[in-house]
């Protein structure tokens, strides 16, 4: 009841902003092309979508984000778990995985885009190495988080590496590693759309140039609406794989709130 009640309050909340908004602009006169109205944004959104142009570009994007997401955060966790259980392979390999990410992804976009051409290739490359650090990051984190008494318990009870891994490391890690796939599954989208700004053939980051250029600004904003949804979708997916996946969290969490509750009612 209470999660309705707030739901509903958040909807609430979304549609006086807009109303606000709305009679602002229309009180002050604004230009369209300065700051439209949310009545012209939502009128662009339906004619994007009747005409089946949005739909189409939406598509696109999509498929760029989910396989940059896909291949950065697979490669992401290999080498991050690479370089948790080896401290050599740390020394050598972790500078220059620091050094890569330093890189500006903007600046690196258009080299990918000439190496690679305007089609899927290049934003999904793209979409992956800004995807790939935030995870990578997590995992040794998560990894190496696990308590030495923990382990050398399980050593004393004669497992094996490969055990130690799959029974305490990598359970303790799976926090973290959600932690860095919320991350990782924005940064998919904006590496995708960031690649889409310096070329391509299809997707909403391309559309967004042409409506620049056309000076549509409604337009604009109504695709960076599509976008806001998409990536809270996306958010969302992987938040709600975390609390399936990870349920003792969600366990311990009301736990934690009922013992709360017990203390505040006793004083």
Not at 58 to 78: K, M, Q, R, S
Not at 89 to 99: A, R, S
Not at 230 to 250: C, M
């Amino acid at each position: 009841m209470g999660t309705a009640k707030n739901f509903i309050l958040r909807l609430l909340l979304i549609a006086a902003v807009l109303a606000v908004w709305e009679f602002l602009v229309k009180l002050t006169a604004v230009p369209e092309y300065i700051l439209p109205a949310p009545s012209r944004i939502f009128f662009s959104m339906y004619n994007g979508i009747r005409t089946n142009v949005y739909p189409e570009h939406f598509l696109v994007t999509l498929t760029e984000t989910l396989l940059g997401f896909l291949f950065g955060t697979v490669l992401a966790f290999i080498l991050g778990t690479i370089v948790a259980l080896s401290r050599k392979v740390e020394y050598f390999l972790y500078p220059f995985i620091v050094m890569f990410q330093a890189m500006p992804k903007v600046a690196l976009a258009p080299l990918i885009i000439v190496w690679f051409g305007l089609g899927l290739t290049s934003k999904v490359i793209n979409a992956a190495l800004v995807a790939f650090f935030p995870l990578m990051v997590n995992t040794i984190v998560g990894l190496r988080s696990a308590e030495e008494d923990r382990i050398n318990l399980m050593r004393s009870l004669a497992a094996s590496r490969t055990q130690i891994f799959f029974m305490l490391q990598l359970p303790n890690a799976l926090p973290y590693i959600f932690a860095g796939l919320e991350i990782a599954m924005i940064f998919a989208l904006i590496g995708a759309i960031v690649a889409e700004f310096v070329g391509a053939e299809k997707g909403l980051g391309m559309l967004i140039q042409s409506m620049n250029f056309n000076m549509d600004v409604a337009g604009q904003f109504s695709i960076l609406l599509i976008l806001s949804l998409l990536g809270l979708v996306l958010n969302g997916i992987v938040t709600l794989a975390r609390r399936r996946l990870l349920f003792w969290e969600t366990v311990n969490t009301g736990e934690d709130t009922a013992s709360s509750s017990k203390k505040g009612g006793s004083v």
